[in-house]
């Protein structure tokens, strides 16, 4: 067992995840990987190079093109693809629903394995997505997986969204997220599901310092 402590956080999108996994790191001084954003590169870039986005052979040619680069900053994220700052590109649904198209595909999972496993460097990592706990970090010291009702997830998604400028109807995301969940659910390769090991906590009434007490709280006790 890598003896570098990581901390992962799984769920459907709008389930609080980012914030949570955000102010966790902040609170024990950890790294940070938002291996969403890695699959949001992996989904634009692949859009851009014009890759048919049914076909893994066509998407996997147009990832060898690609060079991403994850600087943390105080908002996240900031993704360079190829040089080209796309942080804002990246939240876009549209980017979500390519990211969740080419994350279904095994070999651009196993191809992107290495480069979310490198995140985990002293003195700790804090891991938020859909598989952090079942496949990237199976040896993690806690995992937690995060839920919330689909109205409540939706709801969330509209805010982030709506604080970068970026406007959708919440009907409209709702379905979004709901085919995008069906998409994550249903995968045969790394589908969404909480680890057997899990801590499962509903966010839906929770603000998120609260989910983070709790988080706080169990990586005591697991500490001993
Ligand atoms: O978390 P976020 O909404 O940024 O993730 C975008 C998409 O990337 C998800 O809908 C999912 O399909 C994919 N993803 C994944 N595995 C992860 C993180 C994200 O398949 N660990």
Redesign the pocket.
Known sequence: MDSIPVLTIDGP?GAG?GTVAQLLAHRLGYHLL???????AAGLHSLNAGADLTDEQSVMASLQSMKAQFKPNPDGVQVLLNGVDVSLDLRTEST?SA??KV?AMPHVRASLLDEQRCFRVAPGLVAD????GTK?FPDAHLKVFLSASPRVRAGRRAKQLKDKGIHVTLESLIQEIAA?DE??SSREH?PLVAAHDALVIDSSDMAASEVVEQILTALQVEAG
């Open positions: 999108s995840k938002d291996s969403g954003a890695v699959y949001r979500a990211a969740s994350a997505g859909r598989d952090m990237v995008r998409r994550d790394s």
